[in-house]
């Protein structure tokens, strides 16, 4: 176990500073199980994604759609001033343009953008003040996904799209990290039998934040969109052996469904954390946009800047996974550390006090099939 640790830790280390193989995903299909949408869309969202709709500052509508560099979504606080890791499974959607009858992301509020687009999902990187959609300052962030701990999602009821095939499509897997000053969002367009969304899209890395589970380019004041290739899975480690090891966060926590209190533990606390995603993808193509805009400016219905009433976030025990994410900044790209502050790209401590800094290293001679299993397995726990 201590060699395989080793292993991984070296791969990671060295991944950036030397050339990788891409990876090998076969032959991507949008029809392939898990890519379109299957969980019921909650009953504060549109039926179906729209543009012009109303801006209600105060809406809960949980659609978010990622369609370009100016048109997308992000999940946010409900109530302003709220950890976002205390409330996961209450977040609702701040869209860039009027749409899905959501809120709107003010103007000034993204200093910078990327979106990219791979066989096998979308992705959008962003940095800015996000405290002006409601996140606390300095708060390192939160996770979302569609699973959540009742695997009713967070937040629960909601739900993606994107019109990157050419129509409007419901997505199953996707993730989304959020903190004060960074954001990232995949949404898994297509799969394989090496690539299942679940292992693409795979949400169980919280504490790692964007730049170890969504390598990219996170460059400030450059909005960009450009193809790229797709990254290895979050957490997965090709050895020279033609086998694979895979990295799992270490955590332990509980969440509450039907009056029953359920415990879990992920991972296991004796192993080591490697130091970055195994590779950053490449990109091609790519154009750059001078800014994005709305003409929209002072949205946010209250200051930002300070914590909501605990009720709020108790009220979210049931749905949420109590855990947040470290998303980190835009130095560096491979910045995996369990430790240091948002300015280095990773911290420890998360906003809900789960992130202890313990993260796991399973070290194993398996091949990518192991791994599918392992998320297949886990993906309604979180």
Not at 167 to 175: K, L, P, Q, S
Not at 235 to 262: C, D, H, I, R
Request: glycine content about 12%.
């Amino acid at each position: 176990m201590k060699a395989a640790a080793a292993i991984l830790v070296a791969l990671a280390a060295g991944a950036s500073a030397q050339s990788v193989p891409a990876f090998r995903y076969g032959t991507p299909s949008a029809n392939y199980p898990g890519v379109k949408g299957t969980n019921r869309n909650g009953p504060t969202n549109p039926s179906a994604p729209q543009l012009n709709t109303p801006i209600n500052q105060t809406s809960d509508s949980r659609l978010a759609t990622l369609n370009s560099i100016d048109d997308w979504c992000t999940f946010g606080p409900q109530v302003p001033g709220t950890i976002i890791g205390n409330v996961e499974g209450e977040t609702v959607a701040y869209c860039t343009k009027p749409r899905n009858n959501a809120r709107v992301i003010p103007d000034g509020t993204v200093t910078g953008a990327h979106f990219v687009k791979t066989p096998l999902y979308v992705q959008l990187m962003a940095l800015g003040d996000f405290t002006k959609i409601g996140l606390v300052a300095g708060d390192e962030g939160g996770e979302l996904d569609p699973h959540g701990a009742t695997n009713m999602g967070n937040p629960v009821g909601g739900n993606v799209t994107s019109n990157v095939s050419g129509e409007d499509v419901f997505y199953e897997e996707w993730m989304n990290y959020v903190s004060y000053n960074q954001l990232c969002f995949r949404i898994c367009i297509a799969g394989s039998e090496q690539a299942p969304t679940a292992l693409e899209c795979e949400h169980e890395l919280d504490v790692m934040g964007c730049n170890f589970v969504m390598p990219g380019n996170y460059a400030d004041n450059v909005f960009e969109t450009c193809d790229g290739d797709a990254a290895y899975p979050p957490g997965l480690y090709p050895e020279a052996n033609g086998q694979t090891s895979t990295f799992k966060q270490f955590f332990t926590g509980e969440y509450v469904a039907g009056g029953t209190t359920y415990s879990y533990t992920n991972g296991a606390a004796d192993q080591v954390t490697p130091t970055g995603a195994y590779s950053t993808p490449s990109t091609s193509n790519c154009r750059t946009t001078a800014t994005i805009s709305n003409g929209i400016k002072s949205i946010v219905p209250s200051s930002s800047s300070s914590v909501a009433s605990s009720s709020s976030a108790s009220a979210s025990s049931a749905s949420s996974t109590g855990r947040a994410s470290n998303s980190g900044s835009a130095s560096g790209s491979n910045s995996g550390s369990a430790s240091g502050s948002a300015s280095t790209g990773n911290s420890g401590s998360g906003s809900s006090g789960s992130s202890s800094g313990a993260s796991s290293l399973v070290g194993s001679a398996v091949g990518i099939a192991a791994s599918v299993v392992a998320v297949m397995a886990g993906a309604y726990l979180l």
